[in-house]
Each structure stands twice: as C-alpha cells, then as structure tokens.
C-alpha cells in the first residue's frame, strides 16, 4: 500500500494486496471492503476505502502486540 502511494504500484494492486490479507485470516469489516473492491473500477473505489482499512490494520497490530506482550 506503501508503494501505491510513491505511484509504484497500481491500484488494482491494494485491492489484490487486500485480498491476500483476507485470506490469510485477516479480515476486519474494512479490509473486507477494500478486498471486494472491483478491480474494473480500482482506480475509484480503493482510495476511499483505504483509509478505513490502513486504520483497522494499525489497531489489528496494536491488538496482537499487546496480547503478545500480556
């Protein structure tokens, strides 16, 4: 997602990364969004949801940091 915003990576790219995520077991309510986010139409659908979903990813981390921690 980091590269898509340096115009290295395309956004049918963040929507196919998301997709990844899902399937590896990682699929809070907004990462879900941006991985069923038409690939036709990526150019105008991922940047609305990518915030939502680089959001819930920060607090996914912070969770598994701290059960880590405890």
């Not at 399937?23 to 969004?33: F, K, W």
């Amino acid at each position: 997602m980091a590269l898509w915003h340096l115009d290295e990576a395309k956004d049918t790219d963040v929507v196919l990364a998301a997709c990844s995520l899902v399937t590896a077991g990682i699929d809070g309510p907004a990462v879900s969004a941006l991985a069923g986010a038409s690939l036709k139409h990526a150019w105008e659908e991922m940047p609305l949801l990518l915030g939502d979903a680089l959001a819930e990813l920060d607090e996914l981390v912070l969770a598994e940091a701290r059960r880590l921690t405890s």
